[in-house]
């Protein structure tokens, strides 16, 4: 094997373990983000019996855990779905 080739492959095989990598942090970010969901729906059945299906969605379609956080919190403050919900508009 040349030099070249060996270069090449030794780029590919750094390249795989990199994509590899990134997609371990991708499922754990995904895992976490599912977990908050989960949590914050829960809470909100408990706190108020039922929780809309547009209030669902919502939720389910947030990508930044930041918000959800922010939701998480307010559940102890707040007396209504909307105000907790409040950080997922916008």
């Known amino acids: 094997m040349t030099l070249a080739e060996q270069l090449i ?11 590899k990598e990134e997609a371990k942090q991708e499922a754990k970010r995904e895992g976490i983000l599912e977990g908050k ?8 059945a408990q706190k108020f019996d ?8 919502k939720i389910e379609e947030t990508k930044e ?7 998480l919190v307010l559940i102890l403050k707040s007396n209504s779905i909307e105000e907790i919900l409040k950080p997922l508009d916008g």
């Open 50 to 57: 039922a929780v809309s299906e547009a209030d669902k969605k």
């Open 65 to 71: 855990p930041d918000k959800l956080d922010q939701c």
């Open 9 to 19: 492959a030794r780029g590919k095989k750094e390249g795989r373990r990199e994509a």
């Open 37 to 44: 969901r989960e949590i914050l729906l829960n809470q909100l």
